[in-house]
């Protein structure tokens, strides 16, 4: 076996498998109407490869289980919540660490103890829940991203940085006293999983002190943000993934992560603070909403996994391979015709649908299309990032303002699918690219006021025939 080879195989091996559906053409069209043509409301036993999400979908190590057999369910002090706590502090360095169930109820103890109405929340790019938490708040989520985030093709490398100028005038504009938060996103998931540099993290956090703003960390990613830092930024390449990722911490004046993504469990995420009256504000939510202080609506079940998760996913040849297979899918994906964002991410590749389907305008959502085709033709679940997502509607659902771009994310679980699978989803999209012309746009027929994407409900817009027929 070649060395170069070797250094990107899987460090594991499969010892427990699960089936997966295989449904037939009349199934899946069956399935899709009655989910509203939304496949977050697919069964799960509707989906042959499901690639919705990243989060809390991997496969835990037999070390994790090993140590999920010893978890302490003490309502107080468990020793769970020690060997938990030690392993986060040690990979942050932060005082103090909450535990959460999820990162969004981190978001929200957070962001509700950081906010007030009126204020305005600066990110390279709010993902949705962290949008919705901001606005919840009464507060403004405004997005800056690096300009070079805006040309999908092209190589730069961390294109998920925060645009540190439009940061600069904001602060010291007229705005500068209503900005309540910086806070970053590593990886930048909302901007085509890209990552943000340490160059960027420093720049970021100096400005942020010299205007007296709290720079906190959505760290979500953090080691795969990290891994990319290390291939990508000079002066990194002898660094380790953890090493990288601690100093990436030490930055910021605080954290929100969901450790259902580098954690590598089911469930999970923390809060980490350097303020202790901070921490006293965030502590008294927890405990009223969540739990104890020292479970956060955690079993200790759950916290063991996640210690030996933190541990596992800074390991360099996890990460190595992990990169590897996305970017082998991307080269996949980009032979049969279908536009990614370059350069590939980790955690997910995506598809540039308003390119493959020139012929959908963005009120009938390019993206959204293609994903559901992704389904009728192979089963294949993903989530759009388009404008049904991200556009502006009037209140009969019409949109108003379209969306930057036109994508599709396929994220990848983690150590779940193997080449073989993930080159399925290639041949799948290869079939599409062939005639996209016969891919038809959809319409809303109902929707919720916030976080629209995951309840609407839509049905396919009518086949005008062919142009001699109208």
Same mark, same amino acid.
């Given at each position: 076996?070649?060395?170069?080879?070797?250094?990107?195989?899987?460090?594991?091996?499969?010892?427990?498998?699960?089936?997966?559906?295989?449904?037939?053409?009349?199934?899946?069209?069956?399935?899709?109407?009655?989910?509203?043509?939304?496949?977050?409301?697919?069964?799960?036993?509707?989906?042959?490869?499901?690639?919705?999400?990243?989060?809390?979908?991997?496969?835990?190590?037999?070390?994790?289980?090993?140590?999920?057999?010893?978890?302490?369910?003490?309502?107080?002090?468990?020793?769970?919540?020690?060997?938990?706590?030690?392993?986060?502090?040690?990979?942050?360095?932060?005082?103090?660490?909450?535990?959460?169930?999820?990162?969004?109820?981190?978001?929200?103890?957070?962001?509700?103890?950081?906010?007030?109405?009126?204020?305005?929340?600066?990110?390279?790019?709010?993902?949705?829940?962290?949008?919705?938490?901001?606005?919840?708040?009464?507060?403004?989520?405004?997005?800056?991203?690096?300009?070079?985030?805006?040309?999908?093709?092209?190589?730069?490398?961390?294109?998920?940085?925060?645009?540190?100028?439009?940061?600069?005038?904001?602060?010291?504009?007229?705005?500068?006293?209503?900005?309540?938060?910086?806070?970053?996103?590593?990886?930048?998931?909302?901007?085509?999983?890209?990552?943000?540099?340490?160059?960027?993290?420093?720049?970021?956090? =100096?400005?942020?002190? %010299?205007?007296? #703003?709290?720079?906190?960390?959505?760290? *979500? !990613?953090? $080691?795969?943000? &990290?891994?990319?830092?290390?291939?990508?930024?000079?002066?990194?390449?002898?660094?380790?993934?953890?090493?990288?990722?601690?100093?990436?911490?030490?930055?910021?004046?605080?954290?929100?992560?969901?450790?259902?993504?580098?954690?590598?469990?089911?469930?999970?995420?923390?809060?980490?603070?350097?303020?202790?009256?901070?921490?006293?504000?965030?502590?008294?939510?927890?405990?009223?909403?969540?739990?104890?202080?020292?479970?956060?609506?955690?079993?200790?079940?759950?916290?063991?996994?996640? =210690?030996?998760?933190? %541990?596992?996913? #800074?390991?360099?040849?996890?990460?190595? *391979? !992990?990169? $590897?297979?996305? &970017?082998?899918?991307?080269?996949?994906?980009?032979?049969?015709?279908?536009?990614?964002?370059?350069?590939?991410?980790?955690?997910?590749?995506?598809?540039?649908?308003?390119?493959?389907?020139?012929?959908?305008?963005?009120?009938?959502?390019?993206?959204?299309?293609?994903?559901?085709?992704?389904?009728?033709?192979?089963?294949?679940?993903?989530?759009?990032?388009?404008?049904?997502?991200?556009?502006?509607?009037?209140?009969?659902?019409?949109?108003?303002?379209?969306?930057?771009?036109?994508?599709?994310?396929?994220?990848?679980?983690?150590?779940?699918?193997?080449?073989?699978?993930?080159?399925?989803?290639?041949?799948?999209?290869?079939?599409?690219?062939?005639?996209?012309?016969?891919?038809?746009?959809?319409?809303?027929?109902?929707?919720?006021?916030?976080?629209?994407?995951?309840?609407?409900?839509?049905?396919?817009?009518?086949?005008?025939?062919?142009?001699?027929?109208?």
């Amino acid at each position: 076996m070649s060395t170069d080879l070797q250094k990107t195989l899987p460090p594991y091996r499969i010892k427990v498998v699960e089936s997966i559906p295989l449904l037939s053409r009349e199934e899946r069209q069956r399935a899709l109407a009655e989910a509203g043509y939304n496949p977050f409301n697919l069964r799960a036993d509707q989906i042959t490869i499901d690639l919705l999400s990243d989060s809390g979908t991997g496969a835990t190590s037999a070390a994790q289980e090993a140590g999920a057999a010893l978890g302490d369910e003490s309502y107080a002090g468990a020793r769970s919540w020690f060997r938990f706590h030690d392993e986060v502090r040690d990979l942050t360095g932060y005082p103090h660490i909450l535990p959460v169930h999820q990162g969004r109820a981190g978001e929200r103890i957070l962001l509700s103890s950081l906010l007030e109405p009126g204020q305005i929340c600066l990110s390279n790019t709010h993902f949705d829940t962290t949008h919705a938490n901001v606005a919840l708040v009464g507060a403004e989520p405004r997005d800056l991203p690096c300009p070079e985030a805006a040309d999908l093709d092209s190589a730069y490398p961390f294109k998920g940085n925060l645009d540190l100028d439009a940061v600069q005038r904001t602060l010291a504009g007229p705005d500068g006293g209503r900005v309540g938060l910086v806070l970053m996103t590593i990886t930048n998931n909302g901007l085509g999983a890209q990552p943000v540099s340490m160059a960027n993290l420093e720049a970021a956090s =100096a400005l942020c002190r %010299r205007h007296g #703003v709290p720079f906190f960390l959505d760290g *979500a !990613r953090f $080691a795969e943000n &990290a891994w990319l830092v290390g291939q990508r930024e000079p002066g990194y390449g002898d660094w380790t993934p953890r090493q990288i990722a601690a100093r990436a911490f030490q930055l910021a004046d605080g954290c929100v992560v969901s450790l259902k993504k580098d954690g590598l469990s089911a469930i999970g995420g923390f809060i980490g603070l350097r303020d202790e009256e901070l921490h006293a504000v965030c502590e008294a939510n927890l405990i009223a909403t969540e739990g104890f202080s020292t479970y956060g609506g955690l079993a200790g079940h759950d916290l063991e996994r996640l =210690a030996q998760g933190l %541990r596992e996913v #800074v390991e360099p040849r996890y990460l190595q *391979a !992990r990169a $590897a297979a996305t &970017a082998r899918m991307a080269r996949s994906i980009n032979k049969a015709g279908v536009d990614t964002v370059q350069p590939p991410g980790i955690h997910a590749l995506y598809l540039n649908a308003g390119r493959l389907l020139s012929h959908l305008p963005p009120h009938q959502f390019p993206g959204h299309a293609l994903g559901c085709q992704l389904y009728l033709d192979g089963a294949i679940r993903c989530a759009e990032l388009g404008s049904l997502y991200l556009g502006g509607m009037d209140d009969q659902h019409r949109l108003v303002a379209p969306a930057p771009f036109e994508l599709v994310r396929l994220a990848i679980p983690r150590r779940v699918y193997t080449d073989t699978h993930l080159g399925y989803v290639a041949e799948v999209l290869a079939g599409i690219a062939k005639h996209p012309e016969r891919v038809r746009g959809y319409r809303i027929v109902s929707a919720p006021r916030l976080l629209r994407h995951f309840k609407v409900r839509l049905e396919p817009v009518p086949d005008p025939g062919p142009a001699s027929e109208r």
